[in-house]
C-alpha cells in the first residue's frame, strides 16, 4: 500500500538550475497539495490541485510551476532555482471533503546553493 | 501572518506522564482542526481531529480539546510513550481544504 510517493528524496541544485519534483498517490485522490517546509514557519501551501486539470494558487507560490498530469500525479517545477527555496517539500492528497485529513508523502530534501 | 500558532517549540517529558501540547488560532472562520505526528525523514501523518461542533474528541491514549471562544486547542496523551517522541504540527482549515493552515511544530521528547 503505497499511498503517496515522492522522488527525489534528496537533490542539491546550483542557483538557476531546474528540477521537477515527482508525486504519485495510489489512493484515488482528486485533491492534491505541494507544501514547503522550513523552521519555525510549519507547512506552507505551494499549489493546490482540486481535480485532474487545475491548479490553483496556495500561500507561497511565487518561484514555482505545477502540473497535474493526470489523477495520480502532480508535479512542482522549479525553473529557476533560488537560495530561498532551499526547504523540504512534501506533497499530500486529500479526498474532496472539507477537513478531510491529509496522507503525505516522505518529503523532499532540496538544497539550493 | 500565522494563522495558526504552536508557541512551545519543545517539550519534554517522562514516560508514563501527561503531554499536552497547545495550539492557538486567529480565523474564527476555521471549522476543522487536526494533528499531525511527525518523525524524522518521514512525512506528517494524520492523528486526530476535531470540528468546531464539538469541544472534545478521544481516540486511545490522545484526545483533543477545542476551546472556540478562546480560539486554542489542545492535544493531550495520556499515558506517554518513548514511541510518541516526534514533532507534532496543529493545523486548521475553514470551507477549503486548501485553505488549510499548519503550525509550526513542538517537537515532543518522552524521557523512559
Known amino acids: 500500500n503505497a499511498g503517496v510517493t515522492q522522488t527525489p528524496k534528496f537533490q542539491v541544485l546550483k542557483t538557476g538550475q531546474s528540477m521537477t519534483l515527482q508525486c504519485a498517490q495510489d489512493?484515488?485522490?482528486?485533491?492534491m497539495y505541494w507544501y514547503r517546509q522550513d523552521p519555525g514557519m510549519g507547512l506552507r501551501l505551494i499549489y493546490y490541485s482540486a481535480s485532474e486539470g487545475t491548479t490553483d494558487k496556495g500561500e507561497v507560490p511565487n518561484g514555482y510551476n505545477v502540473s497535474r498530469l493526470n489523477k495520480r500525479e502532480f508535479s512542482l517545477r522549479l525553473e529557476s532555482a533560488a537560495p530561498s527555496q532551499t526547504s523540504v517539500y512534501f506533497c499530500a492528497s486529500s479526498s474532496d471533503r472539507v477537513g478531510e485529513k491529509l496522507f503525505f508523502g516522505s518529503g523532499t530534501q532540496l538544497s539550493v546553493l | 501572518d500565522q494563522q495558526v500558532k504552536q508557541n512551545s517549540p519543545s517539550l519534554s517529558v517522562q514516560e508514563g506522564r501527561i503531554s499536552i501540547l497547545n495550539c492557538d488560532y486567529t480565523?474564527?472562520?476555521?471549522?476543522?482542526f487536526l494533528w499531525y505526528k511527525k518523525y524524522p525523514a518521514e512525512g506528517p501523518t494524520f492523528l486526530i481531529s476535531?470540528?468546531?461542533?464539538?469541544d472534545k474528541n478521544e481516540d486511545g491514549r490522545f484526545t483533543v480539546f477545542l476551546n472556540k471562544s478562546a480560539k486554542h486547542l489542545s492535544l493531550h496523551i495520556v499515558p506517554s510513550q518513548p514511541g510518541d517522541s516526534a514533532v507534532y504540527f496543529c493545523?486548521?482549515?475553514?470551507?477549503?481544504?486548501?485553505?488549510?493552515?499548519f503550525g509550526a511544530g513542538t517537537r515532543l521528547t518522552v524521557k523512559p
Open positions: 476535531i470540528s468546531s461542533i464539538k
Open positions: 493545523a486548521a482549515s475553514g470551507y477549503n481544504n486548501n485553505d488549510m493552515r
Open positions: 480565523n474564527s472562520m476555521f471549522d476543522y
Open positions: 489512493m484515488n485522490h482528486n485533491s
